[in-house]
T-cell receptor, first 114, second 112 residues
Framework: DSGVTQTPKHLITATGQRVTLRCSPR?????VYWYQQSLDQGLQFLIQYYNGEERAKGNILERFSAQQFPDLHSELNLSSLELGDSALYFC?????????????FGAGSRLTVL | AQKITQTQPGMFVQEKEAVTLDCTYDTSDQSYGLFWYKQPSSGEMIFLIY??????QNATEGRYSLNFQKARKSANLVISASQLGDSAMYFCAMREGTALIFGKGTTLSVSS
């Protein structure tokens, strides 16, 4: 157990729907990162939050949004889902936002869009 | 923009042998960090080893070592005495801003 908790582990939904993925970071970690892993795109950085504030944005689609709450848990919202959004979504957490900041990953949420 | 390249899609090694997984990177920054992660078939991402650009010694963590050649911009992972449990996908990553950017990965298969 890495200490980073992601729910749900698996999610199957239909095109056009909206889903929310949840992440609780490791105790003491202030940074939360979201990544998308698919066969064709590999591991893509989506977005980072640090202590409740958005810190960096990667290849995140406009249909996707995220937030980090005061208790530091984070949610990734995916809307108007398309078949191509099927992927493994990882949340990772870290103590600081720079330097030798090792990211600890959760087990991932596997999204299947039918 | 920074880039990580892993040119070996798949590698095969016998148990107890050493194996080197290649990683080259591209950056114009003077200060940067390089990471290796392992992803077994179960899917989780496991941190293995870190090398800072100013670290004078190559990083080592148990059976893992990082062969860091700054002038060549390479950060190869060396796994000594391979075990069956080392069979997994291995990702090289570099810090870009505050996030980690990953390479495409190398699948390592260890046979008995």
């Amino acid at each position: 157990d890495s200490g980073v908790t992601q729910t749900p582990k698996h999610l199957i939904t239909a095109t056009g729907q909206r889903v929310t993925l949840r992440c609780s970071p490791r105790s003491g970690d202030l940074s939360v990162y979201w990544y998308q892993q698919s066969l064709d795109q590999g591991l893509q950085f989506l977005i980072q939050y640090y202590n409740g504030e958005e810190r960096a944005k990667g290849n995140i689609l406009e249909r996707f949004s995220a937030q980090q709450f005061p208790d530091l848990h984070s949610e990734l919202n995916l809307s108007s889902l398309e078949l191509g959004d099927s992927a493994l979504y990882f949340c990772a957490s870290g103590k600081i936002s720079f330097g030798a900041n090792v990211l600890t990953f959760g087990a991932g949420s596997r999204l299947t869009v039918l | 923009a920074q880039k990580i390249t892993q040119t070996q899609p798949g590698m095969f090694v016998q148990e107890k042998e050493a194996v080197t997984l290649d990683c080259t990177y591209d950056t114009s920054d003077q200060s940067y960090g390089l990471f290796w992660y392992k992803q077994p078939s179960s899917g989780e991402m496991i941190f293995l080893i870190y090398q800072g650009s100013y670290d004078e010694q190559n990083a080592t963590e148990g059976r893992y070592s990082l062969n860091f050649q700054k002038a060549r911009k390479s950060a190869n992972l060396v796994i000594s005495a391979s075990q069956l449990g080392d069979s997994a996908m291995y990702f090289c990553a570099m810090r870009e801003g505050t996030a980690l950017i990953f390479g495409k990965g190398t699948t390592l298969s260890v046979s008995s």
